[in-house]
């Protein structure tokens, strides 16, 4: 009886032991980006956003980098806020082939105005959208 009942505890704890193993997942943090979630990709190497607004002109930029050659894309949109909603008052596009490319581009702009700028990235496959307020 003792041997049967310690078979059936074992059982139970093997049961439980392999029910409470979960996937765990992680996400880094930059702290020099105002805890920035990095994302972790196969083909895309870094990415980077500007926007600076001074007196009426926004100035737009976005860098991407590829772990290997690929075709690059970089689509920015700068949009204004108008009654609690953005839209793109701005196009910038461009396409490359390569390990690296940039685009940049200005618009004259309402000072007393919201605007942000919405980056969509692409390398290969993968595509990432950035926020730059």
Same mark, same amino acid.
């Given at each position: 009886m003792k041997k049967y009942s310690f078979k059936i505890l074992s059982v139970i704890m093997a049961l439980l032991m392999a029910l409470s193993i979960g996937t765990v997942a992680f996400a880094e943090t930059d702290d020099s #980006? $105002?805890? /920035? !979630? !990095? *994302?972790?990709? $196969?083909?895309? =190497?870094? %990415?980077? @956003?500007?926007? @600076? !607004?001074? =007196? !009426? @002109?926004? /100035?737009?930029?976005?860098?991407?980098?590829?772990? *290997? #050659? @690929? %075709?690059?894309?970089?689509?920015?949109?700068?949009?204004?806020?108008? #009654? =609690?909603? *953005? #839209?793109?008052?701005k196009t910038w596009n461009k396409t490359a082939t390569g390990v690296a490319t940039s685009l940049a581009g200005s618009k004259i702009i309402n000072p007393l105005s919201t605007y942000r700028l919405k980056v969509t990235y692409t390398a290969g496959s993968e595509t990432y959208i950035k926020y730059k307020y």
């Open positions: #980006s $105002d805890n /920035e !979630i !990095i *994302y972790r990709f $196969d083909v895309i =190497g870094s %990415t980077a @956003t500007s926007l @600076t !607004i001074s =007196g !009426i @002109t926004a /100035e737009c930029s976005a860098q991407i980098t590829a772990k *290997y #050659s @690929t %075709t690059l894309k970089i689509k920015m949109e700068l949009q204004k806020l108008s #009654s =609690g909603s *953005y #839209s793109t008052v």
